[in-house]
Nanobody, 118 residues
């Protein structure tokens, strides 16, 4: 079993930066990718960025210039650095850890609210 705890959300002004962190506990082996998603009310949860254990990344193309995912396999953490935030980035951001070989191993954090407003 894997548990994920996000931190770092909050209120930030447009143009500001924020760093989200996700701490995973449990058996995160080399088959696990870790990712950040976000969701706004009435919309589907959307992928922001993902990173495999080996460091391969996948980004939402529109967010790639401003968002950077990083991962520390030794600490079982995944971070999301966000720059030049815009009001449309306001959402609940979720951490996800999933095995690329075992479909049943798919875990989510509780989410952290990011609000971009002046």
């Amino acid at each position: 079993q894997v548990q994920l705890v996000e931190s770092g959300g909050g209120l930030v002004q447009p143009g500001g930066s924020l760093r989200l962190s996700c701490q995973a506990s449990g058996n995160i082996d080399s088959t696990y990718a870790m990712a950040w998603y976000r969701q706004t009310p009435g919309k589907r949860r959307e992928l922001v960025a993902a990173m495999s254990f080996q460091g391969n990344t996948n980004y939402d193309d529109d967010l790639r210039p401003r968002f950077t995912i990083s991962r520390d396999n030794a600490k079982n953490t995944v971070d999301l650095q966000m720059h030049n935030l815009k009001p449309e980035d306001t959402a609940v951001y979720y951490c996800n850890a999933f095995s690329l070989t075992r479909e049943e191993d798919d875990y989510w954090g509780q989410g952290t609210q990011v609000t971009v407003a002046s």
